[in-house]
């Protein structure tokens, strides 16, 4: 079965196993690109909640900075002032945490644009 394609004049059989074997990467590179398309899908969507969260900490700490001026007690200003201060490094740990995935995200986003642009240039 090895030889046949070199013994046949006919090219079908070549033809059609040239086919057959196109196919298969073609359906490869497809399921990659899926996978890749699902992991930026995932990421984005990580993205947009931690988005959402930054801002609700960042509106929630500005209010709490307004209401410090008005407790009178200095015990109780002192533990509103560290509630203040854990929210600003929960704030700073979800700000770095979502521009490191901003980065993953374009880098995601790149790599899939250049594998279709790939891809349509191979076919």
């Given at each position: 079965m090895k030889c046949v394609d070199a013994l046949t004049i006919n090219e079908e059989f070549r033809l059609r196993r040239e086919n057959e074997r196109l196919e298969a990467?073609?359906?490869?590179?497809?399921?990659?690109?899926?996978?890749?398309?699902?992991?930026?899908?995932?990421v984005k969507l990580e993205v947009d909640r931690l988005t959402k969260m930054t801002t609700s900490m960042?509106?929630?700490m500005q209010e709490m900075l307004k209401q410090r001026h008005s407790i009178e007690d200095p015990k109780?200003?002192?533990?509103?002032?560290q509630e203040i201060f854990d929210l600003f490094h929960?704030?700073?740990a979800g700000n770095e945490q979502l521009s490191n995935l901003s980065l993953k995200k374009?880098?995601?986003k790149d790599?899939?644009?250049?594998?279709?642009?790939?891809?349509?240039?191979?076919?």
């Open positions: 990467v073609n359906k490869s590179e497809i399921a990659q690109l899926k996978q890749q398309a699902e992991e930026y899908k995932n960042f509106d929630k109780a200003k002192q533990q509103h002032e929960k704030f700073e374009q880098e995601m790599r899939l644009l250049n594998d279709l642009i790939e891809e349509q240039q191979q076919s």
